[in-house]
């Protein structure tokens, strides 16, 4: 096996710590809706490759990492099966599913947008692939689910994954260390999600009556 370079490695470390991360938040999804096992193996497994998936075939990296590596299908089945077996524990935490969901969220806009780079995307596109990657597995698992997407309420959710991968190519074009690429970009993501919910601070809405 070809050893791969230190920044290589840690992004496929942070992609799986992504996914383990968003699979858990489809999973609770899942239990809270009342699915069975299958189900919540179903809901955890899109949350967490969804957005990875639609990720590489837009940016033409096939076939897709989650069905080139075995590890991407073996992350979700795991977290699936574990906040399946340990969901009253986890479902006692206050708002457990929107934090899970701010931690992957921060993840993958970060891999995203770094492995769209690698590929030559340029700023703006990579940055929007970040964005892709961290909502699309939230919106399969929302629409799955029955319940509005995330990316549709007023709550900030898609700019703060904007933001991040924003922060994290651009320091990456400027030759900055993998590490600061990475946590930076991951900070600002989270700080921004987690200040949304916490503050419930919301994007603008129009003025006036809708049915105009």
């Known amino acids: 096996m070809i050893a791969l370079p230190d920044s290589a490695a840690a992004l496929v470390v942070l992609d799986l710590l992504g996914i383990f991360v968003f699979a858990t938040s489809g999973a609770l999804v899942a239990v809270r809706k009342g699915f069975d096992v299958f189900g919540v193996l179903v809901l955890a497994g899109t949350t967490g490759l969804g957005g990875g998936f639609l990720r590489d075939v837009l940016i033409d990296a096939t076939p897709p990492?989650?069905?080139?590596?075995?590890?991407?299908?073996?992350?979700?089945?795991?977290?699936g099966l574990v906040t399946f077996a340990f969901h009253p524990t986890v479902g006692r935490l206050e708002r457990v599913v929107d934090v899970f969901d701010a931690f992957g969220l921060s993840l993958f806009c970060v891999t995203?947008?770094?492995k769209a780079v690698e590929y030559g995307l340029g700023p703006v596109p990579a940055a929007l692939m970040g964005m892709v990657t961290g909502i699309g597995g939230g919106m399969v698992r929302d629409l799955l689910a029955g319940r509005p997407p995330e990316?549709?309420?007023s709550n900030l959710y898609a700019t703060p994954?904007?933001?991040g991968a924003g922060i994290a190519v651009?320091?990456?074009?400027?030759g900055q260390p993998f590490g600061l690429v990475a946590s930076a970009g991951f900070g600002v993501c989270l700080v921004l999600r987690l200040l949304s919910i916490v503050?419930?601070?919301?994007?603008?809405?129009?003025?006036?009556?809708s049915n105009v």
């Open 65 to 79: 990492a989650a069905l080139a590596d075995w590890r991407y299908l073996i992350v979700p089945v795991a977290a």
């Open 112 to 114: 995203g947008a770094l």
């Open 151 to 153: 990316i549709f309420n």
């Open 161 to 163: 994954a904007l933001a």
């Open 170 to 174: 651009a320091l990456d074009l400027a």
């Open 199 to 209: 503050l419930d601070i919301r994007a603008p809405l129009p003025r006036g009556p």
